[in-house]
């Protein structure tokens, strides 16, 4: 390709609402153009390396045995009903009508649509196991879309779903898959790693997620540096501390704490560690009639250790809590606890309320809780002195760095991740409520066994320039940068012999197969250096009257100080040798 003949649109600022780096420089490099809250357009220069992404994806997809297809964007509304998730899935599901007033949703994902067709196609456990894959564009309405790329309403998602006749069988699907993936994200030279995860809406008992590790992840990713343990926070285990309880040493008091509404600031008063103080979370659970109506509602006291934070998917898997919860109303507080939030406990209640105690906090002695009294704590509070044994202890908080690893081989560390890729072991989440069975041997319907496989093909290049960027602007990596070679020859429009010389290197790499770009728009050397550095093509060679004269071009590598003279003779064999490399 030649720049004179494709679209460069490079920008020395990025509009102010660009929060992070990715976002600023795709923005700058004419990557992406905004049309809307959340919605780009991908730009030529952008669009190159999604093409790179999505190819990598394909081959490796097809060499695991996958097979692509492609499923509507639009979807009919009554298959999620059929699986329950029209309404289940929340605001994020664009829901749309058509002129016949027909209901659609925008598709976020397709596991109604795809098993649809396997309930259709796949009747007898000879046709087993099958794996369908698309790449195609999604939709979700997110609340605060933001970060360009990183969390967009409308973005392209590889998205790959196994049949299966067992439990085993599908298992077997998701390795296999687990692996591609793996191949997938070394190809790209980009650190990851595989996490423990939560299924969340799309299901399912046994997930993993791919993590690119950068500084500016959302995620917050849980490791083992001493073993292969890995997890993102809301699957990594708090374990229960070691040992018996320490036995009381403190007698109950009501303790005054005049305007401090907080654990931290209770125990910056009473001059104690944060760690001796139990915070009070209540919560609501809500009881419907036959009908459908509201029938009353069950409030909750979750105790958590003042130094640590509630972990929301933790609580929701608590008998009596994972059919959904909320944070309860002050109503509701008052009623039951007669006092303001800042000071509530487990003491002197007006109603009885479900108690859930944290693992740390049921082994705790002589702490430090709300008076259900404003300005007032009870301090030296014991378990089965001044309350009853907690009814109910569970794992309910978010691991901090320092936790002992649940596989017993140290200590935890957390460091900041960006997914990119999510696989799934679904089970019959799906084929059950929407009927898709097969025939086993002796004849008898069997509900198909799924798994679920997402890779985000527009996140994906967003993640990796998080990993990948300086000061000047984005480093690819070479399997998908935009263009991996570009050839900057000096004076090109005063100078034949710089023009010859540089079409042939050009011709020369063409042929050998190299994504090679001609910079032929006659730039001056600062301008065109730096928007090929913004740009961040892996590899470049300057060509000028002086470098042909004693012989030499200069190569120079995005990462690198300083450029490397090379000779002429030489250079195209040397490219050829680092893209090899």
Not at 477 to 487: G, H, S, W
Request: some cysteine.
């Amino acid at each position: 390709m030649k720049a004179s003949r494709f679209f460069i649109s490079t920008l020395k600022e990025a509009p102010a609402d660009a929060e992070i780096v990715s976002h600023r420089l795709m923005l700058r490099a004419g990557m992406i153009k905004k049309l809307g809250t959340g919605i780009y357009t991908y730009m030529p220069m952008g669009l190159r390396v999604i093409r790179k992404v999505e190819a990598i994806v394909r081959e490796e997809m097809n060499r695991a045995g996958a097979v692509e297809l492609t499923m509507p964007v639009v979807q009919p509304a009554e298959l999620w009903e059929e699986s329950g998730r029209f309404q289940a899935y929340g605001p994020e599901l664009l829901r749309i009508k058509d002129r016949h007033d027909r209901a659609f949703v925008v598709q976020p994902t397709s596991e109604e649509v795809v098993t649809d067709i396997a309930r259709q196609e796949i009747r007898s456990y000879k046709q087993l196991p099958k794996n369908f894959y698309q790449i195609q564009t999604k939709f979700r309405d997110e609340r605060r879309p933001r970060f360009g790329l990183m969390r967009g309403r409308e973005f392209i998602m590889k998205d790959a779903y196994s049949f299966d006749r067992d439990l085993d069988s599908a298992k077997a699907s998701y390795k296999i898959m687990a692996d591609a993936y793996r191949r997938i994200f070394d190809r790209f030279g980009l650190r990851y790693r595989a996490v423990a995860a939560d299924s969340g809406a799309i299901g399912g008992d046994v997930s993993q997620e791919f993590q690119v590790i950068a500084a500016t992840g959302e995620d917050a990713i849980v490791y083992c540096p001493n073993s292969d343990y890995a997890a993102n926070m809301e699957k990594a285990e708090a374990l229960a501390p070691a040992g018996p309880r320490a036995a009381a040493t403190q007698a109950l008091a009501k303790t005054p704490t005049p305007g401090k509404a907080t654990c931290e600031d209770v125990a910056q008063l009473l001059g104690v560690p944060l760690a001796t103080t139990v915070k009070s979370l209540v919560l609501a659970t809500d009881k419907l009639g036959p009908d459908g109506e509201l029938a009353g509602s069950q409030v909750w006291l979750l105790l958590l250790r003042g130094d640590h934070e509630m972990n929301e998917i933790k609580v929701g898997k608590v008998p009596g809590l994972d059919q959904g919860f909320r944070f309860a109303t002050t109503a509701e507080i008052d009623d039951h606890f007669g006092c303001e939030p800042g000071y509530l406990g487990p003491l002197n209640l007006r109603k009885p309320v479900k108690m859930v105690a944290d693992r740390e906090v049921a082994v705790m002695s002589d702490w430090i809780t709300g008076a259900n009294e404003a300005d007032f704590h009870m301090t030296g509070v014991n378990w089965g002195r001044d309350l009853p044994e907690p009814e109910l202890v569970a794992d309910l908080r978010n691991v901090v760095a320092g936790d002992l690893s649940p596989d017993g081989q140290g200590v935890l560390a957390i460091e900041r991740g960006i997914e990119i890729g999510h696989v799934f072991v679904l089970g019959t989440k799906y084929s059950q409520p929407m009927n898709a069975t097969f025939l086993d041997e002796a004849g008898k319907p069997q509900l198909l066994e799924m798994g679920c496989y997402g890779i985000g093909i527009t996140r994906l290049p967003a993640a990796a320039i998080e990993q990948n960027n300086d000061e000047r602007g984005i480093i690819w990596p070479d399997a998908i940068a935009p263009f991996t070679v570009v050839l900057c020859p000096i004076g090109m429009d005063r100078s034949d012999d710089v023009k010859k010389a540089a079409q042939a290197l050009y011709e020369d790499l063409l042929a050998a197969g190299v994504d090679v770009l001609l910079d032929d728009r006659g730039e001056r050397p600062g301008a065109m250096f730096a928007d090929w550095e913004l740009i961040g093509v892996p590899h470049r060679v300057v060509i000028s009257d002086r470098g042909i004269k004693e012989g030499q071009y200069e190569y120079q590598h995005r990462r690198d100080a300083a450029a490397t003279k090379v000779p002429v003779a030489e250079v195209a064999a040397f490219l050829k040798g680092k893209l090899a490399a």
